[in-house]
């Protein structure tokens, strides 16, 4: 099974910037669509961003349009996300998730069965 681990999390000043990173191992990292989700205490783990195994689809939720950038080296086995002008609201565990790819970008939340152990991603206001 494919191991992810994710880095880059951390403590930022609304307005902020922060690019987490997802390192995938064990497995062909080019037959997933990858996604980024995140979680707050006693709400429900949600989609951010979602980007298929070429890189040349993406999706991502309202909240995470025009400020967030999902993107990935298959050369590396990494996905990024990139985030900028972070809000409070934005506070939460960020998760890295693979969904063994079929040809549409995977969106729903029961399509992703191999997580990270996520990051916390705190911002100030």
């Known amino acids: 099974q494919v191991q992810l681990v994710e880095s880059g999390g951390g403590l930022v000043q609304a307005g902020g910037s922060l690019r987490l990173s997802c390192v995938a191992s064990g497995g062909d990292f080019k037959m997933y669509d990858m996604g980024w989700f995140r979680q707050t205490p006693g709400k429900e783990r949600e989609l951010v961003a979602a980007?298929?195994?070429?890189?040349?689809?993406?999706h991502y939720a309202d909240f995470a349009e025009g400020r967030f950038t999902v993107t990935r080296d298959n050369t590396k086995n990494t996905q990024y996300l990139q985030m900028n002008d972070l809000k409070p609201e934005d506070t939460a565990v960020y998760y890295c998730a693979d969904a063994w790819t079929t040809g549409n970008l995977a969106l729903a939340l029961r399509r992703y069965d191999n997580w990270g152990q996520g990051t916390q991603v705190t911002v100030s206001s």
């Open positions: 980007i298929m195994w070429s890189g040349y689809d993406t």
